[in-house]
């Protein structure tokens, strides 16, 4: 488990996306989806968030688990999802994330490995809408990646997640 504390908010949406260019964040077409969608709402006023970050086997699921069943769990044990915003933002606060292991090859509908899932409320009930951001460094790029993953899909236990705390 690692806790952060990430300042959130206080900027327009293209104040945040120059903000990523400058820090040289590369992002997906499901991430740029996600920020440009009309629910995605930045704060206006910052303000700081204490996050944890915690395995899927850490939260009881040594098999792995569904999403509903990690934030069925998280909210258990008094952590809350973390507002939409908090993905690009600690993106940027987050530059020194090690470089994800590239030497075994990816497998489909997985997060990849080292990766970090912020847990969030899905803007859209669309499966084939992106449901949220997660964060990894690769080939010494740092990236801002969105993803799509229906109510059936299986995380691993050592799947990677960030939660804010109460």
Known sequence: MEIRVVEVGGLSKLQLKHKLQQCSIRMNEYGIKLLDV?????????RQLETVEILVRNLG??????????????????????????????RIQYLDQP?????????????????????????????????????????DELWLRGYIADDLHEWNPYDRFIFCIT
Do not use: V
């Open 38 to 46: 009309e629910k995605f709402i930045i704060s206006p006023t910052k």
């Open 61 to 90: 699921f040594t098999d792995g688990a569904t999403t509903s069943q990690l934030f069925q769990m998280a909210d258990t044990l008094g952590l809350q999802l973390c507002p939409i915003d908090l993905g690009p933002f600690l």
């Open 99 to 139: 470089e994800t292991c590239t030497s075994s090859p990816e497998k489909g509908n997985q997060a990849p490995s080292g990766s970090l899932t912020i847990a969030s409320e899905a803007l859209s009930e669309d499966d084939h809408f992106p449901k949220g951001f997660y964060l990894r460094r690769t080939n």
